[in-house]
């Protein structure tokens, strides 16, 4: 079973990364061919954060919730019960998401890690929540030709054309998110699957939200995202007070906001600026 979950979401100092580091102008030889296409798309862990599974969702003309049911596996961490979720299809046997000609059906919006490769993305979370990025090359799989070509890419044309630059600071939000909620809130003491399951209307199902709040299209999309992790971190933080955690700790017994939890949150997801906490 190969596990690309590391291509997004490891600390780029672990001893584990043993590869070598390439710079934005390093260059690299690989064309996928068709004599092993579709193989890498079998037996494999593939992870989604919320946004891949938001444009996958619709991409399918399906809700988050219902794209997640049919193709994914959700499942929980068991040092911080943090939900993960990855393509069930591809985790048991080939892709569903596979074509006749073993090419991919979803292409234009498959997830970050599958633009990534052959590359690999290796991510830390900094003391200031900013994103530490290490890029290297994936040693292949012996199934795979796509070595065996003269033609030349570079790590920066390569995340460019595939679309990995524009997805990455949405993907890096997230694990900003996770580090600030594993850090400074201490949720592995306190996180529980029923807590993790509120969580998931706001990570996983935007179309809910949208038909709660009455928040048409005109919303951009990656905008509401952005929003809907600031509420997360917004409701997270307020949870984590009540266990005697995080900067709200010490209030934890004062009513300390005119408005309610929800109220804030449906400020954050409406209008978009985030209440002081």
Known sequence: ???RHLQISADPDSPKLLMKELGLKDSFQFECRLECMGMCCNSIRIVLDP???EVLARHLGLGGKACIDQHCTLEFTPESHWPIVWLAGAYSGPCTFLNSDNKCSVYTARPTICRTYPLGRAVRIDEDGQAVEKVFLVE???FCLGGLTERLRTVES???N???RERAPLSNLYLALIYYAETELHSPKWMNKPIANMLHPLLFAPEMLRAKLDIGEDLDHAEFY???????KLLLTDLAAGF???????????SVFKESMMERIRHVLAIGERPEM
Request: aromatic share 6%.
């Open 1 to 3: 079973m190969i596990d």
């Open 51 to 53: 946004w891949d599974v």
């Open 140 to 142: 292949k799989a012996a």
């Open 158 to 160: 390569w995340l460019n």
């Open 162 to 164: 595939e679309g990995v």
């Open 226 to 232: 952005r929003r809907r992790l600031d509420a997360v």
């Open 244 to 254: 005697g955690c995080g900067p709200l700790a010490a209030k934890a017994e004062e």
